[in-house]
């Protein structure tokens, strides 16, 4: 009768033991590294859309997390098109509304937005906030600067806050302007403003109704 063994089978294949090298590259990519002399990927700050907050993302990801309130940031830029039944936009990207394009109740956050269509809704743009055409505003706008080019007439049903503001066309409406607001030849303003600083070249005009 042949002695009974007790000797445990080992078969690596199923005991869950890596070969040394595949373990020791599994510990190295799962382990803080303290090692700064390592090339960095490159960096950007962003501001979050939801909380107001500043995370640092890689530079080149079309999308992120906020470090803070862990909201889904998208950063990819957005075209508005005739047709688009798109209302809400939210982006750290930029936002363009294609020539044709009319929409009300437009709500949009981004950095900087180039309007070339008929559109109305909110807009707060940390970037840049330019209107090519004519058009009536509802909601309010926020803009780090405020453009209205020319031949264009902008009318603000709620009003604008705005860093600074380049008129080259008409704006008609509230306005609170944090520097400069310039009008330029050609253009005009028209309404309740609160500006640090007007400038009005020859040929522009200037019609405060009345101050805050
Ligand atoms: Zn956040």
Known sequence: MPGFRTEPLIVSAVSGLLPEGERERRV??????????????????????????????????????????HAHL??????????????????????TVAAGTVLSNLSVVCRNMEVNGRVSGTFRCTGRLNFNVSTRVEGSISAGKLV????????????????EADLYGQL?????CKGLLHVY??????????????????????????RF
Do not use: W
């Open 172 to 176: 008609k409406g509230r306005l609170q």
């Open 28 to 69: 190295a990519l799962t382990s803080f590294q303290a090692d700064t002399s390592r090339a960095q990927v490159p960096k950007r700050e962003v501001v979050c859309y939801e909380c107001g907050q500043v995370s640092e993302v890689p530079s080149a990801a079309l999308s992120a997390n906020c470090l803070h309130c």
């Open 148 to 163: 209205v080019d020319k031949g264009a007439e902008v009318e603000l049903v709620v009003g604008a806050v705005a860093e």
């Open 74 to 95: 998208n950063m990819a830029n957005v075209e508005i098109r005739p047709g688009s039944r798109r209302l809400t936009v939210r982006t750290l990207g930029d936002v």
């Open 185 to 210: 030849r050609g253009g005009g303003y028209e309404g309740i403003c609160k500006a640090a600083d007007v400038m009005v070249d020859p040929g522009g005009r200037y019609d405060e109704q009345s």
